[in-house]
């Protein structure tokens, strides 16, 4: 019976929306994250905060004892932010994973939900990207992503349950705000600028509602070891160019005109999620248009005052903080 659920990097833009619906569900959260982009967490007596870094072995030994499972989000989490000093990301994507793994492991951790990315496939020319092909990960981001995964599934065993999900790109408001997602920018464009800039437009990007993101980890957790263990699923639905987001934005937010720029960002997705359907019977609830319609009322709303501050994109921040 899983009760306790640690989710480090739980304070980010998918845990924001994770965390609380785990407490409303009854679950005991602990966050172990550095707040980077600030906390947005409200207190509540099931949930503990842990200011600190995964890197931290000493924490690691300190915090993960007692969890039931782990959703581990914590991460420098898109392509730009981790060239920013590659070294720096890769001691906390990839070298703190390992060690993570292990102390989970030896502290009985049940069962350890990995957020890989759909990334780890490069660009590929099966028009079905099923979770069976060869992993050609592009960038280091996406390299490093593939190299937990192998990690993860060396310890997976009966009582260590592993399940990798490769979501998409998320779309749509969290408290903790990311305005740096393909429908979460051109959605801010269009609001704030009136004029959708899209560079290139042909790059196909898979998406996944934060709802049904924070509500799959959920799944996840309640359904039984064997269902899931040595698992590995695509995330992500409604594979579109961007030229097709920025047009989808466009249709639902008046006067807003399209500027197209060229672009050699040739980083271009897609992903079937059939499998995630087939075998836990798992299905998305919302949509793109679902994303841009809660942007819009939070925008309309207050709830994003400023969408020029840094804390909402992720590379601005990192720049700002100098994170050693
Ligand atoms: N958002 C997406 O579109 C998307 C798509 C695919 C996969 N993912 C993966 O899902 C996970 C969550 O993504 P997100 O969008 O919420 O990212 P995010 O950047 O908003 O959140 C990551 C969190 O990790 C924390 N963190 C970073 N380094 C840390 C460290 N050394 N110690 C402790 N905490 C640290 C940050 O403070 C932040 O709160 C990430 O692993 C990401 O790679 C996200």
């Known amino acids: 019976m899983i009760r306790n659920v640690l989710v480090p990097g739980g304070a980010g833009y998918v845990g924001a929306v994770l965390v609380p619906k785990l407490l409303e569900n009854g679950y005991n959260v602990k966050v172990v994250d550095l707040y980077i982009y600030g906390d947005v967490l409200n207190p509540h007596p099931n949930l503990v905060e842990i200011k600190g870094d995964v890197r931290d072995i000493a924490l690691l030994e300190r915090e993960i004892p007692g969890a039931d499972a782990v959703i581990h989000l914590a991460c420098i989490s898109n392509d730009p932010s981790y060239e920013l000093n590659p070294e720096l990301s890769k001691s906390i994507n990839y070298d703190a994973f390992i060690p993570f793994v292990e102390i989970a492991k030896k502290n009985e951790v049940k069962r350890f939900i990995f957020a890989s990315s759909a990334s780890v496939y490069g660009i590929k020319k099966e028009e079905e990207v099923t979770e069976d092909l060869s992993l050609e990960p592009l960038t280091d981001y996406s390299r490093y992503k593939a190299k937990c995964e192998e990690i993860l599934m060396k310890e997976a065993d009966d009582n260590f349950i592993v399940t990798i999900v490769r979501p998409a790109t998320v779309c749509g408001y969290s408290p903790r705000l990311r305005l740096d997602l393909t429908v979460n920018i051109l959605t801010n464009q269009a609001i704030n600028k009136g004029e959708i800039t899209v560079f290139g437009g042909e ?72 499998k995630i359907t087939d075998e836990l019977g798992f299905t998305p609830k919302y949509g793109i248009k679902d994303a841009i319609f809660d942007l819009k009322n939070a925008f309309e709303g207050g709830k994003i005052p400023d969408s020029d501050d840094i804390k909402y994109y992720n590379i601005k921040t990192m720049q700002a903080i100098n994170l050693k």
């Open 203 to 274: 790059q196909m990007r898979p998406n996944i509602h934060i709802q049904d993101m924070t509500d799959l980890y959920l799944y996840l957790l309640k359904l039984p070891n064997k269902k899931i263990n040595k698992k590995i699923y695509n995330a992500g639905w409604e594979n579109y160019k961007v030229k097709e987001i920025a047009k989808i934005v466009q249709s639902m937010i008046s006067n807003v005109s399209i500027k197209t720029v060229p672009s050699d960002d040739n980083r271009s997705y897609r992903v079937s999620s059939r």
